[in-house]
């Protein structure tokens, strides 16, 4: 493997490596998650949690809240929290204000990334309705944005199926009420 692809894959060093990995093997759990909807919700936990540890190594404020409140809204899933949208709405706030109390806000790449997480979390909130999946199309799509000005190929690769598959649902729904 030349020095080019360790550096587009994250291999640069021992942790980088051991990291990058538990955020690809995340990212086919998680990906695995959006076809397998029987086993969705464990998946997703599974998933989201090795992408959380990625998201503390590389210490991105952005990628840490927005798979904070992943995987609080998974955990509460697994465990069918009833009004589990209220907890996650309300680490949002949290994790908002932190960010915004740490300077982690003053930029127009922070901007956007804050944009992606923020439709993430209206997905979650409204989900599974229409408007669940609208927002996660846009916060999903700004998110593979975001992921690729900053260069994360795990979450890069992460939000384009997942945005991809909202959107889909989108379509499914519009399509079952036009038969209708």
């Known amino acids: 493997m030349s020095h080019d692809w360790q550096t587009l894959l994250g291999f640069t060093s021992f942790w980088s490596a051991a990291f990058n990995t538990l955020a690809y093997i995340g990212l086919l759990v998680s990906t695995w998650g959006i076809l397998d909807k029987k086993r969705q919700p ?12 990625f998201a503390v190594f590389v210490g991105n404020p952005i990628f840490m809240g927005a798979q ?14 009833p009004d589990s ?10 994790i908002l204000v932190n960010m915004a109390r740490r300077g982690d806000l003053s930029s127009e790449m922070a ?23 609208i927002s996660f ?9 975001y992921s690729y000005l900053v260069w994360s190929l795990p979450f890069l690769l992460l939000n384009i199926p997942f945005t991809l598959a909202a959107l889909w649902e989108i379509v499914a729904r519009i399509e079952n ?3 209708v």
């Open 111 to 133: 901007i956007l990334g804050l944009t992606a997480l923020l439709g993430l979390t209206f997905g979650v909130v409204f989900s599974p309705g229409i408007y669940g999946n």
């Open 85 to 94: 949208w209220k907890l996650t709405a309300a680490i949002a706030v949290l």
């Open 42 to 53: 464990y998946l997703f936990l599974t998933g989201v949690m090795l992408l959380w540890a």
């Open 177 to 179: 009420k036009k038969s």
């Open 137 to 145: 199309v846009a916060g999903g799509g700004f998110m593979a944005y």
């Open 68 to 81: 904070s409140i992943v995987l609080a809204a998974s955990l509460m899933r697994v465990l069918n929290t």
